[in-house]
């Protein structure tokens, strides 16, 4: 079936020649910029944002000369593998330093390095008043090298190298803002949780090397039928962990809302476009071990299900710009899990929505954060209003992004997420039905989230006219400058284009093939495909009326309205998962820890203090005999070895 | 004089050399008493010729050659079979090593510290080079009597480092600190006599000689194996230290000078690690085997309880007397999941745990220094202050927590992943630990460095110790980010951090040989499978 074309395509694996055989460059020139950024000190104020969007240009260009001379090469001869160098050999353990250079990795390099360059160029911009700005971009640049070593990375070592560095970027640019308490504890928070996820993927590494004695790619996945089906089943369920903390799908959905405390091109870039994507990509690069655990799949998939609904709920209530698209990245992500956990009919529509989502959400981040530049950095949305004459471009972008986000054709998302909701119908039994109607039921309220913000921030009565920021400033909304809005242009334009271009006669999934196996389409659908479309664009048009019904038509009051009514409440509140995580880990470690700290001072050391006060009296006696004990055996041990090391030399050389 | 031992390889000058320069160097430096300038600078220089004569001894190691290099032997109690003799396999060279890398790193750090009223930096510092020459020795042995005596040695010049030149309650740290040791090792010699009697019984005659021993015991029956094993154990355990023979080791930490603790932290309590490998794994293979779930626990039970309790910790020098506790759970898990992989990776472990908790000791030490206090709750904010500083504490905090692309992870993963195979609970266990390793060490970062200027260590303040204040309430403290001096004394353990983080092949190319013929003497081949 599938899973052995699958795993005859895995060994025809070619050593990387010409323009992939120097491919390691990809990843050397925003590392060294990094390096520079970051050792280099004060001397690099004047030029180092130069130096930051140079590097990561330099590596989407070589990026784009890899894809054109891997198109020019057949079908079977684009999977390629690169050995840079020994990185941990110990026995039968030998972990290279090695890149696999495939459609699926090169789909990704462009992506980061695309986005990630535009949005580069954004922050010189954003970041401009930020005296320390030649720092962040060398985190920026820290961030661009993992992410590009974790996609292009040869093992799930060196997966799992790109995978903690993209983390350790994302640590520190959410907590850029060190003033602010709440960034450093979302840092905090967001690493965590990650590594919550990341055990996960470890104990999979182990299991891997304990049964296959290899980690790398192409001899895992050629041979997969060592594996007892138990063992697959586990690998399967501990990398969907560590992708669940990677790209903050349930239960560890919580840490990525609060990273939005991050300067915003972070949000846009590592919190929207690639790092959080992170996950699906890992699922998609271990296809063939997915393509043996049918329930490993089913379970990817519920967790698509449910993180896109739950997603999509709380968007629904936020007032926080950043929040709601935060909330809208959790739910777009479910979309891709649940399309990859749907095997060979949703692997190249994961990757096909992910690439979409990049640009759209990306540049929609970049929309946000030039609103946010002219509102004084305020992020709440009921002080906005009316914007859309003020800022004419940043709202026709963001515009763009918004039809792209909420599928209407023939913006991106459209062809992207309708093939995933259509690919979910298609699934058998009960599960077409429960997937298919997830799906549906997100598109609506996608289109009514998103709405609620257009309306709410560009829309309406200028609320900001009467109000003043919390610093005491007026509030003077501007155009951003040409070096921020014209990425967001070129965004703009992806979220036109991209999703026609993918699909159209099957582009994208074709390029993909060598990687994911070929894009198989299901016989039977719970409703007939041609009808899909329809439902599709009916509930999105169903959400925007919505959101005009409940935000558009009246004025937005500037005060949170309270109380409300439960499910808003329960919204508002993250669907309690923070709360969750409170009761269930938070509180009783640190009940545990006290307790511990406790006992290991009063009991496990006050039991051995008190064995010997036991011998010699009281303990404050003990300790002064003890003192003095100790210090003149210690005297004359001391004295006694010296009159042994004399006497002996004495003996030696007398 | 000195003959060279039958399984040498030549260079027994050079590990002579390692064992004198130290020695003679504290004593040339003890003379040096009045002027403390001179003094600094004559022990620096004697630190450096050993490092760079461990470097030489480094390069003229050969990991396929045999297993003692550079090995010599002197008689020194005929009747008893007691020689002083010495050589290095690729353990004791890595730990030699991480000794001889970290002395010059702490005398040049503690360059301008002040030191009691009464003391002077020449017998300070003729102790730190005593340290070393006698830690050097232990890990040199290769005769049963001779480490006991080196092992025992050990705790004086310790002793009065602590006892001596420490903290408010110094006495009490040292006389916990001398009695857990000293108690671990007379029980040791009780067991290093029974493997002597064990020896006279077998040969007719008995001996002390390490390889000699390793031949008999190990094949005597399991119960005299499990009598020696334990004996060795629980000197070794409290060493290194193992839950629940911890608890001096927060106390010493805690009152130590912060280059004490270095030393204390980073190289003396890796003797106990050293000792398991060296001992008790060829001498008592089926005790080891036999009684491996007693050690698995304590070690796993280490890694949680360690995490924890540097959570819950609120002095920053006790906080890293927990973390390094829960690290020795990981070198131990290593060591007794009876693997390549793992083997390599405790011992790899061992000298990179040197390396980055030696940082990270040192970065902490630079902010007491700074602010006065080793009360967490006293700072806050510092990066806006020191931004170098906090660089450096992040990079040596990162390492601590095993992050890819620092050494500590190449231990760490080679520890889990040789683990895994033969013992997978224990190993699953300890994963969960790499969690609330983020945790303390990103939670310190953050109450430390985070936020506003804040906390009486860094603002002139009246109030009690811990007062959080908002920063207008007093005037910031003069306080300046890393001297020339300071990023020279980190510098190397930077480098080190990072290149053994990426490039650890030459590390792991030392280890591995000697670690197959631990395991081989287990009767274990290339494990992992």
Known sequence: MSSTFLLAKAQEVQEASGAAGSAWLLIAFPLLGAAVLLFGGKATNAWGHLLGCATVIASFVYGAILFFASTGLPEEERVQNLHVFDWIPVGQLQVDFGLRIDPLSISFVLLITGVGALIHIYSIGYMADDPDRRRFFGYFNLFVAAMLILVLGNSFVSLYLGWEGVGLASYLLIGWYTNRPSAATAAKKAFLMNRVGDVGLAIAIFILFAELGTTQYTEVFANLDQLSPASITAITILLLLGACGKSGQVPLQAWLPDAMEGPTPVSALIHAATMVTAGVYLVARANPIYMMSEDGRLVVTLVGAVTLLVGSIIGCAYDDIKKVLAYSTVSQIGYMMLAVGLGPFGFALGIMHLLTHGFFKAGLFLGAGSVMHAMNDDVDMRRYGGLWRVMPITFATFGLGYLALIGIPPFSGFFSKDAIIEAAFGAEGWRGWVFGGAALLGAFLTAFYMTRLMFMTFFGKKRWEELKSEDGRDYHPHEAKPVMWVPMAVLAIGSIGAGWFFSSGERLAAWLSPTLGELQEAEHTAIPHSLVPILTVVLSVLGVLLAWLVVGRRDVPVVKPEPVSFPVRAARRDLYGNALNEALVARPGTWLTRALVYVDNKGVDGLVNGIAAGFGGSSGRLRRMQTGFVRSYAASMLAGSILVLIAFLAVRYA | ?529
């Not at chain 2, 480094?58 to 050659?65: C, E, L, N, V």
């Open chain 2, 1 to 529: 004089m000195l003959e060279p031992a039958s399984s040498s390889s030549g260079g027994a000058a050079l590990l002579v050399a390692l064992l004198l320069i130290p020695l003679v160097g504290a004593i040339v430096v003890a003379f040096l008493r009045d002027n403390d300038r001179l003094a600094k600078q004559v022990a620096l220089g004697f630190s450096i010729v050993e490092f760079v004569v461990m470097v030489i001894s480094w390069i003229s190691y050969d990991p396929s050659g045999a297993r003692m290099q550079q090995a010599f032997s002197v008689d020194w109690i005929p009747t008893l079979g007691v020689h002083l003799s010495f050589g290095i396999d690729g353990i004791a060279l890595v730990m030699i090593a991480a000794l001889a890398l970290l002395v010059p790193v702490i005398i040049g750090a503690g360059w301008t510290d002040k030191l009691p009223a009464d003391r002077s930096a020449g017998a300070f510092l003729s102790l730190i080079l005593l340290q070393q020459a006698i830690t050097v020795g232990a890990f040199a042995a290769t005769d049963v009597f001779v480490f006991y005596v080196l092992f025992e040695v050990m705790l004086i010049p310790m002793y009065f480092l602590i006892g001596q030149y420490g903290g408010a309650r110094r006495q009490y740290a040292a006389v916990k600190f001398f009695l857990y040791s000293f108690l671990g090792g007379m029980i040791m010699l009780a067991s290093a006599i029974g493997a002597y009697v064990q020896a006279a019984d077998t040969l007719g005659e008995g001996t002390f000689d390490w390889a000699t021993l390793v031949q008999v015991v190990s094949n005597a029956p399991l119960e005299n194996q499990i009598w020696i094993f334990l004996g060795f154990f629980l000197a070794f355990a409290v060493k290194a230290p193992l839950v629940p023979l911890h608890t001096w080791l927060p106390d010493a930490a805690a009152e130590a000078p912060i280059t004490v603790s270095v030393i204390l932290i980073g190289v003396l309590d890796k003797v106990g690690t050293f000792g398991f490998l060296r001992y008790l794994l060829p001498m008592t293979p089926d005790a080891s085997k036999t009684l491996a779930p007693l050690v698995l626990i304590m070690g796993v039970a280490g890694v949680i309880y360690g995490a924890l309790l540097a959570t819950g910790q609120r002095d920053m020098k006790r906080l890293l007397a927990y973390v390094s506790i829960a690290h020795f759970g990981f070198i131990a898990l290593g060591i007794f999941a009876f693997s390549a992989q793992s083997e390599t990776g405790a011992v790899s472990y061992m000298l990179n745990h040197s390396i980055s908790t030696g940082m990270l000791i040192l970065v902490v030490g630079m902010v007491i220094a700074r602010g006065g206090s080793s009360l967490i709750a006293d700072y806050g904010g510092l990066a806006k202050i020191t931004p170098a500083l906090a660089g450096v504490f992040l990079v040596a905090g990162l390492a601590s927590l095993s992050l890819p692309g620092t050494n500590s992870f190449i231990s760490e993963f080679l520890v889990l992943v040789g683990s895994y195979g033969n013992e997978p609970v224990y190993t699953i266990i300890a994963t969960v630990g790499m969690i609330f390793a983020a945790l303390y060490i990103l939670w310190l970062y953050q109450r430390i460095f985070h936020g506003p200027v804040r906390g009486n260590a860094l603002v002139d303040v009246t109030g009690g110790p811990g007062t959080a204040i908002a920063p207008e309430v007093g005037a910031r403290k003069a306080i300046l980010d890393l001297s020339g001096r300071e990023k020279l004394v980190l510098a190397p353990l930077l480098v080190l951090v990072l290149g053994i983080g990426f490039y650890p092949k030459p590390v792991l190319d030392v280890i591995t040989p000697t670690v197959d013929a631990t395991l081989s003497s287990v009767g274990i081949s290339d494990g992992g499978n």
